[in-house]
């Protein structure tokens, strides 16, 4: 999942002072903060790319989301004092 | 070399359709190359295992007709990746009649060079018993008769085994699965442009106008490889390439925008800049190549799990539904005990939308008060008839259930179609997405060259 930014100033702030990080992705989504396996901030595009695991193989029997496309409504919630 | 190579990529995949207009456009710029990444792993593990396009026939012969027309027609030659989908044999095959029945209907006469993707399931099988098989993202190393399973098994290939069949003139290739960029980069790097910057730009052009603002699959898009640079050019007035959406892209189903793996070696992003030339058009520069000690290639292969029928059904009742999570466990019981007297097995999945059809396990919202919800029963077994079977008792079961308080006793369910029960066929999962090296990057894939049209 990728969260991109429209300002620079703010993506910057919430760079430098780690506003985003696994600890609070984790906490969106009710798991434990091992589970975010990946999460870095990609200066060129603003973005911070966050990388979970899935429960399910793409498209393996019980999959919800073979394109995993519908999993991002958590991060919505996250909050951020700037 | 010549100062640029430019390259027009119509449509995100091969069948999504692309305006005529931009197509033009991109003609007009005189291309060096007409490319199109023609699938992905992306719709599920199906299409690969099936020996199926999930492209539509119609689409893919559209969009082909109008790249074959031009490119033959202005001498520029036409590169498909991962052909029919999925790039097995039977997906090629596919894509082959397809090619050779436009050819006669529109008069073309070319020589085609044709590279099968598919790998001999016992190099596989003697490279997990060798302890030589290289596990992405922890996926657990299959076992050899779940290799065996696999009705297709393919390697994304390099841009490595397309030099041959660019050395004896062919006018169009045809790949069977390749990694993503090499259909676009494979021809600039053998009249000796860059590779990192060849496969950089051919990582963005795979998407055609995705990258651009406002993006879409199905519009073209323009690249122009220069010796230490790349220019991204739309082709559509309403589009444009900023440097914000171009290097947004980067982060397009990459788990590491910094660092993007591929046969060979990895692109290294951490020096790219991307610059904006005041006319909707942004340059990139600053790639890296960095190679690996051995040449690796990533194995895709799936195998079928099973057979899969599915039933489709709403609810409105406000007592039902406040308890669904409980009836759903008791009539899957229920059906469990049957099941175990009539000696049969099998998986039954609900997908219950409206409380966590989407996010299943890792939804976080309690459900509240919907006034309806929908039903998803999937049943997976041996055989299809046992999946139908077990799906219509499932079915059965759910629509009579006596749950606790219920009111209204007419039938729980609400089927929108009779027949309620689809039979879905086969069911797959990847069991194969691992890293194979190899000591020469052509020696798995199988190629051969055939005139069309003489």
């Given amino acids: ?82 | 070399m010549a100062k640029e190579y430019r390259i027009l990529s119509p449509t995100a995949i091969l069948g999504y359709g692309f305006p005529e207009e931009s197509f033009m456009r991109g003609i007009a710029e005189h291309p060096d190359l007409i490319a199109v990444d023609a699938g992905s792993t992306d719709p599920g593990p199906y299409y690969l295992g099936a020996g199926k396009s999930f492209t539509d026939r119609t689409g893919v012969k559209g969009d082909l007709r109008f790249m074959l027309v031009q490119g033959i027609k202005n001498h520029i030659p036409v590169v498909i990746g991962t052909a029919g989908g999925s790039g097995a044999r039977p997906h090629v095959e596919w894509c082959r009649k397809i090619i050779e029945e436009i050819a006669a209907e529109e008069n073309l006469h070319f020589r085609m060079g044709i590279v099968y993707a598919d790998v001999d399931k016992e190099v596989v099988v003697n490279a997990i018993e060798k302890g030589e098989l290289i596990s992405l993202d922890d996926q657990p190393i299959p076992t050899p008769e779940q290799v065996r399973e696999c009705p297709y098994v393919v390697a994304q290939m390099g841009p490595e085994p397309l030099n041959h069949l660019i050395e004896e003139g062919c006018e169009v290739i045809l790949a069977g699965r390749c990694y993503d960029p090499v259909c676009f980069a494979a021809r600039p790097m053998q009249e000796g442009y860059d590779r990192a910057l060849a496969t950089h730009m051919g990582k963005i052009l795979e998407c055609a106008a995705i990258a651009a603002t406002p993006g879409s699959g199905s519009d073209c898009a323009l690249g122009i490889l220069k010796e230490d640079s790349f220019i991204l050019q739309a082709l559509s007035p309403e589009r444009k390439f900023t440097a914000q959406s171009t290097a947004a892209h980067t982060l397009y189903e990459k788990s590491d925008p910094y660092h993007l793996p591929g046969p060979g070696g990895s692109l290294d992003l951490t020096g790219v800049s991307f610059t904006e030339l005041g006319d909707g058009r942004v340059e990139v520069r600053g790639t890296k190549f960095v190679p690996t000690p051995k040449y690796a290639v990533k194995l895709e292969g799936s195998r079928c799990v099973g057979y899969r029928t599915v039933s489709i059904a709403g609810t409105h009742d406000p007592i039902l539904i406040a308890s669904i999570e409980k009836v759903a466990q008791q009539v899957k019981d229920r059906v469990t005990n049957l099941l175990l007297h009539d000696d049969l097995q099998g998986e039954v999945f609900f997908h219950i939308y409206g409380k966590n059809g989407v996010m299943g396990n890792l939804e976080t919202m309690e459900m509240g008060k919907p006034h309806e919800i929908c039903v998803v029963m999937e049943v997976l077994s041996d055989t299809q008839e046992h999946a139908n079977t077990i799906c219509s008792l499932t079915r059965s079961t759910f629509l009579h259930y006596g749950y606790e308080g219920r009111i209204s006793t007419a039938g729980n369910l609400a089927f929108p179609f009779s027949p309620s029960d689809i039979p879905m066929g086969a069911a797959y999962d990847f069991c194969l997405y691992h890293l194979l090296e190899v000591d020469d990057p052509s020696a798995l894939f199988s190629d051969e060259i055939v005139e069309i049209g003489k």
């Fill in chain 1, 1 to 82: 999942m990728d969260i991109i930014f429209r300002d620079r100033e703010v993506f910057e702030e919430v760079q430098r002072r780690n506003l985003i990080n696994p600890e609070v992705v984790a906490k969106a989504y009710h798991i434990a903060p091992e589970r975010i396996e990946k999460l870095l901030y990609f200066a060129p595009a603003k973005a911070i790319k966050i990388g979970m695991a899935r429960l399910v193989r793409s498209g393996a029997p019980g999959d919800t989301d073979v394109y995993g496309a519908q999993q991002h409504a958590p991060l919505l919630t996250i909050e951020l004092d700037l």
